[in-house]
């Protein structure tokens, strides 16, 4: 019964992440054709988030068609290598695609795919941080790149443990990270839905540095779910371990993926952070670039994920687990 439940897991594993990454798939095929018939891709047919999502795809599919041999070979270590394999794969599909693909109105190089993305009309540039021009004619800088890909690895690392975890439960009759995995699940869906529409509306920002109110929101709460999702997968780890363990450590990991993630805008931005507002709230405190409301953000991202690790841990111990 159990390997029946368990290919029946697997087949529906692949069927959803399948589903889930047909259309950066789709994207993916359409500029290799455009690549290998033309040698570079027309920038109304250049899909604009090919980079990162179609490596991320493929690092996916790759992760959940290797569960059964993984899980077979390496018992214990069936999870790390799974994300490494992926997260290798993902960053030679990435490296690929950044350097190989060209745009017929630059043809550069998508070296500076990121950037080309917050592009904004000449006539707005006075409240940018940089102007795109200079970027494209070599002001590009590869640390640019450096939150894209943290969001990258935590998508992947996170749905991976998903799949692998619950494969794993199925196999061994193991129910003990139940909770934890689900609970790791609805932050790595919800922090994915947001992804997409990130990428479809950036935000609602328009290229000024102080931001609307509802674009301040999603950003604050898009960073907040980004060290939640990873603090929850490290703690998904540490169940029935001491306190320091299982609910301090994780909580720590998750402000410190925050931390990178502001980090990573701020290289971005050349210095700059997007503001919520004006007033002490939203300014950088002394020399700091960060504002109080950023630190908000942070210790939001701790203390969420250490109230739910201490939630999951309390009912293992009720439950004796």
Not at 26 to 39: A, E, F, N, T
């Amino acid at each position: 019964m159990k390997d029946r439940n368990y290919r029946r897991y697997y087949v529906f594993a692949l069927l959803l992440v399948a589903l889930l990454s047909a259309y950066p798939i789709y994207m993916g095929i359409h500029v290799l054709v455009k690549m290998m018939q033309d040698g570079l891709i027309p920038k109304d047919e250049y899909p604009k988030y090919v980079i990162p999502y179609t490596p991320i795809a493929v690092a996916l599919i790759a992760g959940v068609l290797l569960i059964p041999v993984l899980q077979a070979f390496f018992k214990k270590l069936d999870f790390v290598f799974g994300v490494a394999i992926s997260v290798i794969i993902f960053f030679v599909c990435e490296h690929v695609m950044e350097t190989k693909v060209l745009v017929q109105t630059t043809k550069i190089s998508l070296a500076s795919w990121q950037m080309s993305l917050c592009y904004v009309p000449p006539e707005g540039y006075q409240t940018r941080t940089w102007e795109a021009v200079d970027v494209l004619l070599g002001g590009y800088n590869p640390a640019f790149k450096l939150h894209f890909y943290l969001i990258s690895v935590v998508l992947i690392a996170s749905l991976l443990n998903c799949f692998y975890g619950f494969a794993k439960m199925i196999r061994t009759g193991n129910y003990g990270r139940k909770k934890a995995l689900i609970l790791q699940a609805v932050a790595a869906v919800i922090f994915l839905a947001m992804c997409i529409w990130a990428c479809f509306t950036a935000f609602y920002r328009t290229g000024e540095l102080i931001v609307s109110p509802i674009s301040a929101s999603l950003m604050m709460v898009f960073f907040a779910l980004l060290g939640v999702t990873m603090g929850l997968f490290t703690g998904s780890f540490a169940l029935g371990k001491r306190k320091l363990v299982s609910v301090i450590i994780p909580s720590v990991i998750a402000m410190a993926v925050t931390i990178v993630m502001y980090v990573g805008e701020t290289i971005l931005l050349n210095g700059s952070l997007y503001r919520f507002g004006k007033g002490f709230l939203f300014q950088g405190l002394g020399k700091a670039v960060v504002a109080p409301a950023d630190v908000l953000v942070i210790l939001a991202s701790g203390v969420i994920t250490l109230l739910i690790c201490q939630m999951v841990n309390r009912e293992k111990k009720i439950h004796g687990e």
